[in-house]
């Protein structure tokens, strides 16, 4: 971390936004001398946007990205609707790195399963981008994503193009329901995950997205036979200071800001059962 306070934030400066659904943009953010810190996959910032306040983000580049971080924000509330007002050239606060990120060391030699759904995509992106960026450390890669309509899937034509162009990987894109733009796949993430009956021999599974797609994704895994160990996931607690010290996030002894907020199955079935 390079700020010698990990709650006092650095300065940094929108390079450009980019609209990616009705509700979603992705800002392009550096500090004053470049990256503002050094970060791993699953990690995030909190963002903040005086005098509103700040909010925690995943950080969806990847740390092979050294020009900028990246973070797509939900317009759900105050900070992230102050962050939606912004322009390129403005400047936000930003702190970080925060969470323990995804175990890539665990992860080699493995074949890897992503689960996304909605803006769950923000953290498995930069985790993607960084197995394709190490592409000889990792096995075959499936990718299933899905959004509510075609409106709402993020990084389209990433996904659609420079993803499923990549040596051994394939990608499964799903909407919920109908519509006439779109001729591929209809139904809910976790009946994708079952209908493509992935073996889970070899195989890691990780899944992000709104906590009853997780909970139903968990459940199709267990009946395609992954074990708990097989499975990593993230959690989504609110959160205040990011580093373990409010006691806004915790699970039992168990801080999500700073233990998380990735875990594997086996981990969170340990946790008390609140989250
Ligand atoms: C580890 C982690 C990573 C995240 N990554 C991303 C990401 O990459 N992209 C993204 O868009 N979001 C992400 N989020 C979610 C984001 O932090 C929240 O949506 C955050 O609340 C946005 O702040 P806000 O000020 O805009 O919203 P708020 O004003 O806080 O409101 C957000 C929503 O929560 C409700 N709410 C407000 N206060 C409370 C409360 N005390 N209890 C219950 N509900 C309340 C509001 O009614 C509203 O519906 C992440 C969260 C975590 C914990
Ligand atoms: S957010 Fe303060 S302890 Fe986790």
């Not at 009705?22 to 990256?35: A, E, Q």
């Not at 990690?43 to 909010?55: F, K, R």
């Not at 990792?138 to 193009?161: C, F, M, N, Q, T």
Request: aromatic share 8%; net charge negative.
């Amino acid at each position: 971390m390079s700020s010698a306070n990990p709650l006092m934030p650095q300065q940094a400066t929108i390079l450009d936004i980019t609209e990616e659904t009705p509700d979603i943009k992705t800002l392009r953010v550096v500090g004053k001398d470049g990256l503002p810190f050094d970060f791993m996959p699953g990690q995030c910032a909190m963002l903040s946007v005086p005098p509103v306040g700040e909010a925690i983000f995943s950080i969806t580049s990847s740390p092979t990205c050294r020009e900028c971080l990246e973070f797509s924000i939900k317009n759900v509330g105050n900070v992230s609707n102050a962050l939606h007002c912004l322009v390129p050239g403005q400047q936000i606060g930003i702190r970080g790195p925060y969470g323990n990120g995804f175990p890539v060391d665990q992860m080699k030699g493995k074949d890897l399963l992503f689960i996304g759904g909605g803006i769950g995509l923000a953290p498995l992106r930069s985790l993607i981008s960084y197995c394709f960026a190490h592409r000889e450390d990792y096995g075959h890669i499936d990718i299933v994503y899905g959004a509510r309509s075609p409106a709402d899937l993020i990084r389209k034509s990433e996904v659609r193009e420079s993803w499923a162009e990549q040596p051994d990987t394939s990608v499964y894109l799903t909407v919920d329901a109908e519509f006439p733009d779109w001729d591929g796949h209809v139904g809910f993430v976790p009946t994708y995950v079952s209908e493509l009956a992935f073996k889970p021999e070899g195989k890691i599974a990780i899944t992000c997205g709104p906590p009853i797609m997780i909970k139903f994704v968990l459940q199709a895994l267990d009946k395609l036979g992954f074990s708990a160990d097989q499975v990593i996931t993230t959690l989504e607690m609110r959160m205040k200071c990011g580093v373990g010290k409010c006691g806004r996030c915790n699970l039992g002894s168990v801080y999500v800001c700073k233990d998380g907020p990735v875990f594997s199955l086996e981990e969170l079935n340990a946790l008390p059962a609140e989250y």
